[in-house]
């Protein structure tokens, strides 16, 4: 695979300890404000000692394993996919800065291996932005943490709304970076020079940026959270396969026939099957506008089926048999394989959407109404946002079958069971107990009508 030209003011990986940003004035220049009352930013638009090549040999990748190991301190580390082109999530580029040695890119398409890579760090921490995204990408490679700083959930629960990582750069170390490429297809090869620079900048101050919000965190007593946060992220099961994927088909609850919802099943797996063996992503193999348009419009021969808007051009032409056949399977399977208008779960803690719960269980949403208030109070005593203080089905679970009886030692079991921390739960679990047991407005009213008064006023007491 040919690598990327290198951008004209790269310099070797490694080749020298990374500057603190005040002394690379030459690589930044003041931002325009938008406020003049606002300290000027400075905006970064190349790292400070070049965008070095991406490695595409065994020779560079061991050269690079014993600088990264002979650096200190903790590795930034982010992984680039092609996220709306490729049907995997794969890695296409990953990036590393350490001090002591500097900022290598990898080309992962012709070194798929890069244990040597995580040996050299095994003892070190890891720092990466939104880390749950790149960790799977990362572990195909052969690299797994076993120390993670997680600089956006860090941010999360400083009580940051925007984590973007170039928002944060910008609010907790005064710097603005050049970016643009996020959704580049990064499968492209040779990689044009400024993608490989957005790339290098996207690990330039995380390092810095890690020290901030450490300190931060410290100063705020969450860095014991957060600590606690990123434990979670490292052993975090992968996700459960979603059942029926091909239910979430865009414009899918337009339909109300258990035929047309087999057509649509169909059509779907023969869209994935293509796109898996092609590594094309599945919208850009077929849209779901089109799978939508072909069953309603049940085309009887290949020929009607090329009559559809989308299948009348040259590229799905050419695969108008191969959907043809989908949709005609989906057609004719037999009644009793017909899928049912709705998803069955086979969850035995399945709950109703919460829109339903007045009708199917009213004390059920009484005490998610008011375990959501208890919630949104504790998280604004501690500047945080609700959903980073307890998991959204986390608390539906809890206030859907409640703990029995009710106490404050079985609600922190249960939490811990669904999940939440120990940070969560030292915060939650007393006053979820006290709102769990809350008696509801029907509880809490007269037991009948009150008395009548006389128009006399009240009546004389006895004699």
């Not at 090869?189 to 450490?214: F, G, H, K, M, S």
């Not at 026939?257 to 023969?270: D, F, H, I, T």
Request: hydrophobic letters at 45%; glycine letters at 6%.
């Amino acid at each position: 695979m040919a690598s990327a030209e290198p951008a004209e003011t790269a310099e070797p990986a490694g080749a020298a300890k990374p500057a603190e940003p005040a002394e690379a004035a030459d690589a930044v220049e003041p931002a325009e404000a938008a406020d003049a009352v606002e300290p000027a930013t400075v905006l970064l638009r190349t790292p400070r000692e070049g965008t070095p090549r991406p490695l595409t040999t065994i020779a560079e990748l061991i050269a690079a394993a014993a600088g990264l190991a002979a650096g200190h301190g903790p590795v930034a580390i982010d992984a680039e996919r092609a996220s709306g082109y490729r049907y995997s999530q794969r890695a296409y580029l990953v990036q590393l800065r350490r001090a002591g040695f500097g900022t290598v890119l990898i080309d992962p398409i012709p070194l798929p291996d890069l244990s040597s890579i995580d040996q050299a760090l095994a003892d070190a921490e890891w720092i990466l932005h939104a880390a749950s995204q790149d960790l799977p990408c990362l572990a195909e490679l052969g690299m797994r943490p076993r120390r993670l700083f997680d600089t956006e959930l860090a941010g999360r629960l400083l009580g940051s709304e925007r984590v973007a990582l170039g928002t944060m750069v910008e609010q907790y170390l005064g710097v603005s970076l050049e970016k643009g490429h996020s959704a580049a297809d990064w499968s492209t090869r040779p990689l044009p020079a400024d993608w490989l620079n957005y790339a290098a900048l996207d690990v330039e101050l995380l390092i810095e940026l890690r020290q901030v919000l450490a300190a931060e965190l410290e100063s705020a007593g969450k860095l014991a959270w957060a600590e606690q946060e990123f434990a979670a992220v490292l052993n975090a099961d992968p996700p459960v396969p979603r059942s029926d994927p091909w239910r979430r088909t865009s414009g899918i609850h337009n339909l109300r026939n258990r035929r047309q919802l087999a057509m649509v099943r169909s059509l779907w797996e023969a869209r994935d099957r293509l796109a898996a063996e092609r590594d094309v992503a599945p919208g850009r193999t077929l849209p779901d506008a089109a799978i939508l348009a072909a069953v309603k419009a049940n085309p009887k021969s290949q020929s009607d089926l090329g009559n559809v808007t989308i299948f009348n051009g040259p590229r799905q032409r050419r695969l108008a048999g191969y959907w043809f056949g989908a949709l005609a399977e989906g057609r004719d399977a037999p009644e009793d394989q017909l899928p049912p208008l709705t998803q069955l779960s086979t969850d035995p803690d399945a709950m109703p959407a919460p829109a339903r719960w007045r009708e199917k269980d009213p004390a059920a949403a009484r005490r998610l109404a008011a375990c959501k208030q208890v919630v949104t109070e504790i998280a604004a005593e501690h500047r945080l946002l609700s959903q980073n203080l307890l998991a959204g089905d986390a608390l539906r679970r809890l206030a859907w079958r409640s703990v029995s009886p009710v106490s404050e030692d079985n609600v922190r079991a249960r939490l811990a069971e669904l999940g939440a921390r120990p940070w969560q739960v030292e915060l939650l679990a007393g006053r979820l107990a006290t709102a769990l047991l809350a008696p509801s407005p029907e509880d809490a009213a007269p037991a009948g009508p009150p008395e009548p008064s006389s128009p006399e006023g009240p009546a004389a007491p006895p004699d």
